[in-house]
């Protein structure tokens, strides 16, 4: 097995699963991973199928975006990636996709507040929306767009690992996670959530905030030093 192999296999199969779980067509959609040890990153092809690609058709990069294995162009979106993995060292995969409800959402510019308990299980507080990018971050518009979503977080000083999902304005949603699968599941969770959370609206007319103590409950029992939710791993 070469050096990247499984890393490769890692995201060829988180890619897999965005279509799986019903959040991707065509090519709209891209899960990387990265491997901070040895500082690369293996993200999807650009334009290629996900019914047609292979292991072989991951690209590996370094943390710069310089090819450093693979025959294909990178994911155009690779520059956003990077840009997460350097501002938020603590994750390991990131997702993108144009989910029908999530992207709503961004298109729409609102956050999503959290409702109810599904959204609490998974993301602490609301699902934030980025600012705009200016006409000058188009000039470098995929960095950019991983420097604003970084920016939600750090201004108003959140959790990215709490909430490990935004919804950039007038674009679509990311996501991310330990690895580029938690990262695909998060995202069919935020699709999920962004659903529930459209039809609540429609038939209160509003979006009503879960009682804090109750979506702490939710939160914690998951997630921290003393959660209880699931079976005990042996170690």
Not at 44 to 71: F, Q
Not at 194 to 204: M, Q
Request: net charge negative.
């Amino acid at each position: 097995m070469g050096n990247f192999d499984k890393l490769k296999e890692n995201v060829l199969k988180a890619n897999k699963a965005l279509v799986s779980y019903g959040l991707v067509i065509f090519t709209w959609g891209n899960a990387s991973e990265i491997d901070r040890e040895k500082g690369v990153v293996a993200i999807k092809p650009s334009g290629v199928s996900y019914d047609e690609m292979s292991v072989e058709d991951i690209v590996v990069t370094d943390l710069e975006g310089n090819t450093v294995e693979g025959k294909l162009k990178p994911s155009s979106d690779l520059k956003t990636h990077l840009e997460l993995y350097k501002r938020f060292p603590k994750i390991g995969g990131v997702v993108h996709t144009h989910s029908t409800f999530a992207t709503a959402w961004a298109q729409a510019g609102r956050e999503v507040v959290c409702s109810g308990t599904t959204h609490a299980d998974y993301f602490y507080g609301p699902v934030p929306v980025t600012e705009a990018l200016t006409e000058k971050d188009t000039k470098d518009y995929e960095r950019m767009s991983g420097a604003v979503i970084a920016e939600t977080f750090e201004k108003e000083n959140r959790d990215y690992e709490a909430t490990p999902a935004v919804l950039l304005k007038g674009h679509a949603p990311f996501t991310w996670g330990k690895d580029a699968i938690r990262a695909a599941e998060n995202a069919a969770v935020l699709e999920e959530v962004c659903k529930t959370a459209f039809i609540t609206r429609e038939i209160l007319g509003h979006s009503p905030e879960i009682e804090k103590h109750i979506a702490d409950k939710h939160y914690f029992r998951k997630h921290g030093s003393n959660a209880y939710y699931g079976q005990k791993k042996e170690k």
